[in-house]
Each structure stands twice: as C-alpha cells, then as structure tokens.
C-alpha cells in the first residue's frame, strides 16, 4: 500500500508559478513510477507527467511541455511539479499518482492516488 498526500495548490493568476509537493509513504518509494494527473469541472482526468521509478525518460503531456517539470526524491519520498507560465486552462484538481509500471501515462496505469489538490488560474 502507498499512501500519497499532495501540498502546494491554490489561486495564482495568469503567468504566475506553482509547485505542488505529494509526500509517499508506505511501500517502497523508489520502486514505483510517479506522476500527476488533473481533472478540471466537468471533463475526465488526464496526463500531466511521469517521472519513472529509475533515471531515464521524464514523460509530459504536450500541455505541459516547455512549462511543467517533475521531479522527484527517493530520499525524501516526494515527487515534484513545477509550473509555470500558468493558463486559465490549467484550472483544476492535481492528483499526484503512483504506479507499479515502467511507464506511467494513462489513467489505468495507476495503482494509487493522492487526495488531489485545487489549482486556480485567474485571468
């Protein structure tokens, strides 16, 4: 069992920057892919990005490319997104997620999921 707890969301306007935080606990951290979906009112919950549980490929949605970065800590047990540059359209719930795969990048990958945390983007 992994236990995911995300910090970090809230109001910044157009342009500004956020980093949200999902501390992990539980099984093995370091054995599990890491990532961050969103589901904005009213639409399904999509890909934002996946950082694998070893070095290698960082994967990001197109929407996210050029202005989110993930990262993560093994020694920490926490995983990273930075955004910035943020759009009206980045509007909605971010839920941290982990998964027992290689590669993280569809919702049916996961195995597990945070609580989720609101971000808003004023215009």
């Known amino acids: 069992q992994v236990q995911l707890v995300e910090s970090g969301g809230g109001l910044v306007q157009a342009g500004g920057s956020l980093r949200l935080s999902c501390a992990a606990s539980?099984?093995?951290?370091?054995?599990?892919?890491m990532g961050w979906f969103r589901q904005a009112p009213g639409k399904e919950r999509e890909f934002v990005g996946s950082?694998?549980?070893?070095?290698?490929?960082?994967y990001y949605a197109d929407s996210a490319k050029g202005r989110f970065t993930i990262s993560r800590d093994n020694a920490k047990n926490t995983v990273y997104l930075q955004m910035k540059s943020l759009k009206p359209e980045d509007t909605a719930v971010y839920y941290c997620a982990a998964g027992n795969v290689a590669v993280m990048t569809k919702v049916s990958s996961v195995a597990y999921w945070g609580q989720g945390t609101q971000v808003t983007v004023s215009s």
């Open positions: 539980g099984r093995t951290f370091s054995s599990y892919a």
């Open positions: 950082v694998p549980w070893r070095v290698g490929y960082i």
